[in-house]
């Protein structure tokens, strides 16, 4: 079966808690309002592929328990294949999420049956005939490592977005055709703070220098985006945004944009505007995938 993209990664069932700000130590803090929804930086990413047309496939894992049985049914309503989504262990991965009255948010993740995904759950079949693969770090990393490059052996191009942040051995960065950041994941991998334009100018630069055949793309909030190619080091201003309400999953929708715009061949100065039109649309609502927009909703953008 030929897919567009094929995403290897996470699901998390996501508790979202609108507060206005957080608790100190000690202290017991009155929040707003509570959701409860699907999510993991993996589902959501195919989520915003699936939403924008593409065909995908999903390969991950579950656990035996609702919260499995609401991330399945996320992905069947959104036409991504689940046949390679594995049920094990009692418990699924969830991500506690505090939307802040800025929108900004922290999560802290329990990995639940996102770390039982093993090599062996890797088939060289889902890259015979699908010509993008993307990975982020909520999955163990030697199973990302493995799939990098047996997906590399058939020639697909390779997303990495490298969140949350941990070290990538310099092999396995040689095979990444797009690594996607934002200035915290960075700051990390650059060891050295990025907080402004300048900072990820200068660590996408760095970052290229170790992978002079990929591209970096560091996303920086409302300072729009910095990408490194062989070419250049440019600067993308974000698209205005009325009203933020929650930026959960935005990193990821702007990666859905920019899947999207590999698979049409689009060039990155395109791309990137285009993908951040996506991720400004998300931030207007609450949570992840149901925030996503449809193609048609994010057309216009193009024209
Ligand atoms: O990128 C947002 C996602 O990060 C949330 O859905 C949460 O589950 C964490 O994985």
Redesign the pocket.
Known sequence: MKYDVVVIG?????ILIQQDRLPYIGETFIGNELLM????????QAVQCAKLGLKVKFIGCIGNDIYGDELLKSLKNNNISTDNIYRRGSNS???V?QILESGD?C?T?IKGANYLLTKEDIKDTFFENSPLVIF?S?IPTEVVEYAISRAKFYSCKIIVNN??ARSIPAAILKQIDYLIINETEATFMANKYVEDINDAQMCAEELFKNNPSGTVIITLGENGAVFADANNVTHHPAVFCPQVIDT?????SFIGGIAWSIIQNMPMNEAIPFAAAISTYSIQKYG??SSFPMLSEVQHVLK
């Open positions: 996470s699901l998390n069932y996501d929804m699907p999510g993991g930086k993996g589902a959501n991965g969830i991500g999420v948010y999560s993740i982020q909520e969140a949350p959960t999953g935005a990193g990821d992840g995938q």
